[in-house]
């Protein structure tokens, strides 16, 4: 089989990668040739430093919107090519079929990021290949990024990061039993862990809007989630909670994996003087909810 490839993270499959992904699937058309992307499960700052926040996407999301695209895909792991040169890097890419690959002007690759777009363009006519060049995406003179998305996500900005994704960002997670204070409360929420397969970025601390339900099921809700540390509780806890709560929901979600996309960005965390505080401000939340679908339904 012969190949168009491209290769990177494609953390988001944002608008930016999505640039290089058409110019893939078109060149793969033009020339008869099948769309393949090798997908790197985490960037290099996951490996090499402390301060990667997380996904925004795990791999098998992003394979799940590359394959609905046309495209056969590869998730591959950086200590596992990190000490292949440039040079080994180029044939095993030959050797598998790759007759020509789009990239962006940064795309670097090979031991110590020996390979690059002039390697690229200097081998491509001894080793017969096309090399295609995607200058980088702006909006607004800001790069898109994957980086730029994940500090949106950080700071509440969801609206605009999903503006720059093409789509509305996704979460997801087994539901797992807790100690039933939504429940207690009058609010039953279903707490997920997001990070079950892989380190996703929590979004900031705070209250949003979303839609959605057990993965795969054709029935969808909108709902309130909450992220954060329940300062109210007084936990001793080392990892932010995610809970989600349905409005319009009835029914036992636990040990099922619920996926939400997040709509809206609502309100801070904040830490409540007693229950009865803490239940009024959830009512609050619920009627600013049930305000704001009209603007969601299509």
């Not at 997670?173 to 929420?189: N, Q």
């Not at 509780?233 to 036992?252: A, H, Q, S, T």
Request: glycine share 8%.
């Amino acid at each position: 089989m012969n190949y168009a490839v491209t290769i990177g993270t494609f953390d988001g499959v944002h608008k930016g990668h999505q640039v290089i992904l058409k110019k893939t699937l078109d060149y793969a058309e033009k020339h008869q040739l099948k769309p393949k992307a090798y997908i790197m499960k985490y960037p290099a700052l996951h490996h090499f430093s402390n301060d990667f926040v997380g996904l925004i996407y795990p791999s098998y999301k992003r394979e799940e919107i590359l394959q609905s695209m046309g495209f056969e895909t590869e998730v591959f792991e950086l200590p596992d090519v990190i000490n292949i040169t440039h040079g080994e890097y180029l044939d095993f890419l030959l050797n598998n079929g790759m007759k020509c690959i789009v990239c962006g002007e940064d795309f670097t690759f090979g031991k110590g990021k020996k390979g690059d777009i002039n390697f690229l363009l200097a081998e491509r006519h001894k080793k017969d290949f096309i090399v295609e060049i995607i200058n980088d995406i702006k909006t607004s003179e800001t790069r898109i990024s994957s980086t730029f998305i994940r500090r949106s996500i950080q700071n509440g900005r969801i609206e605009e990061a999903n503006k720059l994704l093409g789509r509305n960002w996704t979460l997801e997670g087994p539901v797992y039993e807790d100690r039933h204070v939504g429940f207690k409360l009058g609010f039953p929420t279903a707490n997920i862990d997001i990070r079950y397969k892989e380190k996703i970025i929590y979004p900031k601390f705070g209250v949003y809007l979303v839609y959605g339900g057990v993965k795969n099921s054709p029935y969808k809700y909108f709902g309130l989630m909450s992220v954060g540390m329940r300062p109210t509780f007084n936990l001793d806890i080392k990892e932010p909670k995610v809970e989600i709560y349905f409005l319009d929901y009835f029914g036992d979600l636990y040990n099922k994996v619920i996926e939400v996309e997040v709509l809206k960005f609502m309100r801070e965390e904040m830490k409540f003087s007693s229950e009865k505080e803490l239940i009024s401000q959830m009512i609050k939340d619920e009627d600013n909810a049930r305000k704001l679908l009209s603007q969601f339904q299509n």
